[in-house]
């Protein structure tokens, strides 16, 4: 009984958790143009495990992405999202079937790297674009990103400097990239389920992040607003650089 009683505090404990650092991350993401995921890889390792961190992180972020797509409507890059999303909707499910079957070590560390060097090309924020992004980059661009968001569970801000680079900042960057992690999304966690990889005590931590996360798009919309653009290419790079040292670390961490 009293294993029973330990076992359902431990699970109610975890969910508040998940909803709270859902919150928290995805102000925080909106405000950076992505990064809220990442931001919750450590948190879900650590309290469930590493084999269930990607199918949950994808469900919360999933859950999470129609409040955000609602808030930034009017704001969405309809080309962009015709160019990236069936590439990335193919590669969802390519990206789901290496995650039941590969294991890819040292992965996170050389995206960890690209995303570190982005304060480099960007020369501390001195320097607008360092490379021409053309629309049609977005289509092997969505595939990537695809294939390793869901083998790792967070890939958003990698996009980062190719949007930034193709001219779209602040409120257009979230929507769009809203709009393509949304039906990239739907692909990642039907081949989660269908492959067994997404089940039982999993929907309910996707559930309590996603509701977490439609929280942290409803405050972190009204902050945007107050930010200039400049402001909001810094809070990018500082995100980037942050998730790129937490990838680094973790893998480092888990091979030790």
Not at 57 to 79: S, T, Y
Not at 156 to 163: A, C, S, V, W
């Amino acid at each position: 009984m009293d294993e029973f009683l330990t076992t359902i505090q431990t699970e109610y404990l975890t969910i508040v958790a998940l909803f709270v650092t859902g919150a928290i991350s995805f102000t925080i993401s909106t405000l950076g143009g992505g990064g809220g995921s990442l931001m919750n890889v450590p948190i879900i390792n650590f309290m469930v495990g590493v084999p269930a961190t990607a199918p949950i992180i994808n469900l919360g972020a999933l859950i999470g992405r129609p409040a955000r797509l609602i808030l930034f409507w009017k704001d969405i890059n309809w080309k962009i999202v015709l160019y990236s999303t069936p590439a990335a909707m193919i590669g969802a499910v390519i990206g789901g079937y290496l995650f039941v079957n590969i294991e890819l070590q040292w992965l996170q560390v050389f995206i960890g790297l690209f995303l570190v060097s982005t304060i480099f090309q960007y020369r501390f924020g001195k320097k607008s674009k360092p490379f021409k992004m053309r629309h049609s980059g977005f289509i092997p661009l969505g595939f990537t990103v695809a294939v390793l968001g869901t083998i790792i569970g967070a890939m958003g801000p990698i996009l980062n400097p190719f949007y930034l680079n193709a001219g779209i900042e602040k409120e257009e960057m979230i929507a769009t990239k809203a709009a393509n992690s949304f039906f990239t999304g739907i692909m990642q966690i039907g081949t989660y389920s269908y492959l067994g990889s997404l089940m039982g005590d999993r929907w309910a931590y996707g559930l309590a992040m996603g509701i977490g996360a439609t929280v942290g798009n409803i405050i972190g919309k009204s902050l945007l607003k107050r930010i200039s653009k400049k402001d909001f290419r810094i809070w990018v790079m500082v995100i980037m650089v942050i998730s790129g040292i937490v990838m680094i670390t973790k893998q480092i961490v888990e091979s030790i």
